[in-house]
């Protein structure tokens, strides 16, 4: 865990937020990059054949949308915060807007609240329109535990 940690640190330290992705196999595999600009992150989904659900609409699957954003919120967690360990899911609570298209789909985070132990984030997932506006697809509510209760009461 220190290992993974220390490489979070230099990703974080060398501003290359690939690297940091690449330290998580599953946001690997789903097509996820972020990048910063102005101070904000922002993630990306790229489009992908087997992101879809219902090749009828088409639409990308839900689960791949839910994926993406969790991935998103505990990226932009361990970019953002200085963790000592990978942010666990405590609750994910997502709501479904509308159909994402077959098209890259983008997220943004916002940590609501953080303590030493708990951290609360609101993502958004989105896609451009024809005009270039902003077309919400899903947003979710997570929480996440930061520390291990026992560990840090054990002076771990």
Known sequence: MKD??????????????DALVALIPYARLLGISFSEAGGALEFRLAFR??????????ALHGGVIGAFMENAAVL???????????????????DYLRPGRPE???????VRRQGRRVANVAVQAWQLDEAGERRE????????????PEAESAGI
């Not at 054949?49 to 088409?58: A, D």
């Not at 697809?137 to 291990?148: E, K, M, T, Y």
């Open 4 to 17: 993974l940690m220390a490489r979070v640190a230099e990703a974080r330290r060398s501003g290359d937020p």
């Open 49 to 58: 054949e087997g992101n879809v659900g219902n090749p009828h609409l088409p």
């Open 76 to 94: 932009h967690l361990l970019w953002t915060q200085q963790a000592s360990r990978v942010p666990k899911v405590v609750d994910f609570s997502i």
């Open 104 to 110: 890259t789909l983008c997220a943004a985070c916002d």
């Open 137 to 148: 697809v899903a947003s979710a509510r997570c929480h996440f535990l930061l520390a291990d």
